[in-house]
């Protein structure tokens, strides 16, 4: 806090002011006048009308609630005046391959309820409502089907070892657990007879777990289990209050009624475009998921009701002439999270062939009672581009003009909604991290560079208090406008641009750089020099990905050796890699029939095709800054018929910390049995 004393202390105070308000008339990339247009058109009043229309349905994938959003978003899009607005139906019957991801079925709940209810002589009269799907559909855990049963509650702990049934009768009753449901049914259900489950599962934990007894958190079974199982799930403080009332001696009874059903339907991707002036058949992407429980107000609504408000803005700004049609086009995508984005990448393999970079939103609205922080990411190490670079640009400069506006000193886009927060938006300018549909566009399959937008963590996240009124409109217009911006900027990018880009890129890889001395200091000299080899790959290749889009000036080419140079001389010359021999030596090659990451929705790739075999110890790893599906992910992405294991084993270490070759040979080897890679020499 700068505290301001008259007279006196005027100029110390007054002067930084004047230097601030200076700073914030810096409009980074883009000219002024489109910045300005996009902050006079982009509302996040507008986002968050349209966010509470889709905050009221139950979106699972696949589901009549998913299918009344799409539509919606489908109106509004075709309302705005975008062009080619498609509401897409592709198979999810439980067997369709789309690359990794297995098509799971639909899932139709219509009625759930739990009461408890007191045997009266041979009659059971009800006593209190426990659960209404009704009141709050995220009581009914994904995948439960059918169901009419009236059963006592018994208190298996956690559930998932057979310690826990010791000495427990539960064949024929309803059991009581602490985990997740879908871990708990193989042994309570099919071991040992029980009817169905209620749980109190945190998943998603963060540091507000468990803390919040009334919220009632997101469960699911396994999609592609044929049993008829069904749970039930209740909030902290239900879950306590039975507990207790068991280990007393109480005895409950519960009546559960379920009408639900897993049946063939389809995947419903909504996908619309605003058309590019010249550049068609290059296409910017704009995406979110519109799947999840209701009301899932920030995971994900936020985000799709915000790509929606850039599609209103760009659409209705070029209409008006006050910005032109852009050179590329601008696709905007809404999917069932990771399923639906694979379904769309191989149904429409000429549109997937027709994108350049992504704008992914993965929960952007979250207000300060959700404890969130906002961030832009960077794309993983496996696809260094200049498209994060453009993300985390307008992110800076949202950040410094929200600030200003918020200390009074300046700030001339604060994109401050009339209904919103005006405190500023520091967004956290970060590394790759994983998460969402960005992972598939980046996937080695693709390699479509990607800027990721997401609040983490958000103390209400796959909760009923995931509720449009913690929902910021200033968040929603300010990562609207970062979006917009980054899209505008991306779809017109040409060699002219370069310098200036340049320019930029040149400042943020030193920033990288001071981060990764930093790093370097604390590891042993050979994963000092792994380390400074993958950064010194990074950055080159950062730089060679502009000419992807536009072609590379001379004078930026000089500019650029010339920065090489001298970072050069900073790091030093790291030591060459170690020799491979024997299987460090390997080079393995991707298949490519199989793509997509092993990591998808409700099904494992890699454990479908290795069956009877151990999980590849890699995928248990916890290295310094990544765990064992991070390290597994970049490992297959890292696979390129030209890397051996050394180096793909180097270039993972310098990514998330070091680890052991075995580790990476070993997961090498178990996707080869999988038929997901090959050996190529
Ligand atoms: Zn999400």
């Given at each position: 806090m700068r505290l301001c004393l008259p007279v006196a202390a005027l100029v110390s105070c007054a002067a930084p002011l004047v230097a601030l308000a200076q700073r914030?008339?810096?409009?980074?990339?883009?000219?002024e006048p489109t910045v300005a247009a996009l902050a006079g058109e982009l509302s996040g009043a507008s986002a968050k009308r349209n966010l509470e229309f889709i905050t009221r349905q139950h979106r699972m994938r696949a589901s009549k609630g998913f299918r009344t959003a799409a539509d919606f978003v489908a109106a509004q899009a075709r309302s705005y005046g975008l062009e080619e607005v498609v509401v897409h139906e592709f198979p999810a019957d439980?067997?369709?391959?789309?690359g990794t991801q297995k098509a799971r079925l639909g899932w139709d709940p219509e009625f759930a309820e739990l009461w408890e209810v007191r045997a009266d002589g041979s009659r059971m009269t009800p006593v209190l409502r426990v659960a209404s799907f009704e009141d709050e559909p995220v009581i009914l855990a994904e995948d439960s089907d059918s169901a009419d049963v009236t059963a006592e509650l018994i208190d298996v702990g956690a559930g998932t070892s057979d310690k826990d049934y010791?000495?427990?009768?539960?064949?024929g009753k309803i059991v009581l657990t602490s985990e997740a449901p879908g871990g708990v049914i193989p042994l309570a259900y099919d071991k040992y007879g029980a009817k169905g489950v209620v749980s109190a599962a945190q998943n998603q934990?963060?540091?507000?777990?468990?803390?919040?007894?009334?919220a009632i958190r997101w469960g699911h079974l396994d999609s592609f289990e044929t049993r008829h199982a069904f749970a039930f799930m209740v909030s902290l403080k239900q879950y306590r209050g039975y507990v207790e009332r068991l280990a007393g001696g109480e005895h409950v009874m519960l009546h559960a009624v379920v009408k639900a059903s897993r049946h063939a339907a389809t995947y419903n991707p909504v996908t619309a475009l605003i058309p590019g002036s010249d550049k068609k058949g290059e296409e910017i992407v704009l995406s979110c998921h519109l799947d999840h429980?209701?009301?899932g107000a920030n995971d994900n609504a936020s985000g799709c009701a915000t790509i929606l408000e850039v599609a209103r803005t760009i659409s209705k700004l070029v209409a008006d002439g006050k910005i032109a049609r852009p050179s590329r086009s601008i696709r905007f995508v809404w999917p069932c999270e990771v399923e639906c984005t694979l379904a769309l990448f191989h149904s429409e393999p000429e549109m997937r062939a027709r994108f350049k970079a992504v704008i992914h939103m993965d929960m952007v609205g979250g207000g300060p009672v959700t404890k969130s922080i906002f961030h832009v990411g960077r794309g993983p190490l496996s696809l260094p581009s200049f498209v994060s670079d453009v993300g985390q640009r307008f992110g800076a400069f949202m950040n410094i003009e929200s600030q200003m506006y918020a200390e009074g000193t300046g700030g001339k886009y604060p994109m401050v909604s009339g209904e919103g927060g005006k405190e500023p938006q520091l967004g956290d300018l970060d590394e790759f991290s994983m998460g969402s549909d960005h992972e598939l566009y980046q996937e080695a399959s693709w390699k479509i560079p990607a800027i990721y937008m997401n609040d983490w963590p958000d103390r209400y996240i796959h909760t009923n208090f995931d509720l449009p009124s913690n929902i910021d409109p200033t968040k929603l217009q300010r990562a609207a406008f970062i979006g917009a911006a980054s899209a505008l900027y991306l779809a017109n990018l040409k060699p002219a641009d370069v310098p200036a880009l340049w320019a930029a890129m040149e400042t943020a890889s030193l920033r990288r750089l001071a981060t990764m001395l930093d790093r370097r200091a604390t590891l042993s000299p050979a994963e000092a020099a792994t380390l400074t080899r993958g950064f010194l790959a990074q950055e080159q290749q950062a730089y060679e990905s502009i000419a992807s889009f536009a072609a590379i000036p001379d004078s930026v080419k000089q500019s650029a050796s010339a920065y090489f140079q001298r970072l050069a001389t900073i790091t030093g010359t790291p030591a060459p890699a170690e020799s491979a021999r024997g299987d460090a030596a390997l080079v393995f090659a991707r298949?490519?029939?199989?793509?997509?990451?092993?990591?998808?929705?409700?099904?494992d790739y890699l454990a479908d095709h290795t069956k009877g075999h151990a999980p590849p110890k890699l995928l248990d790893y916890q290295g310094l800054r990544g765990n064992g599906e991070e390290y597994g992910y970049e490992v297959l992405n890292f696979v390129d018929g030209k890397r051996n294991v050394r180096e793909i084993r180097d270039a993972v270490s310098s990514e998330y910390g070091p680890v052991d070759i075995a580790l990476v040979s070993e997961y090498l080897r178990a996707l080869e049995s999988a038929g997901v890679v090959r050996t190529a020499k």
């Open positions: 914030s008339s810096t409009v980074p990339l883009l000219p439980g067997h369709t391959m789309y010791a000495g427990k009768n539960v064949r934990p963060n540091a507000w777990s468990r803390e919040d007894v009334n429980q209701r009301p298949n490519a029939s199989v793509s997509g990451p092993m990591v998808v929705f409700g099904y």
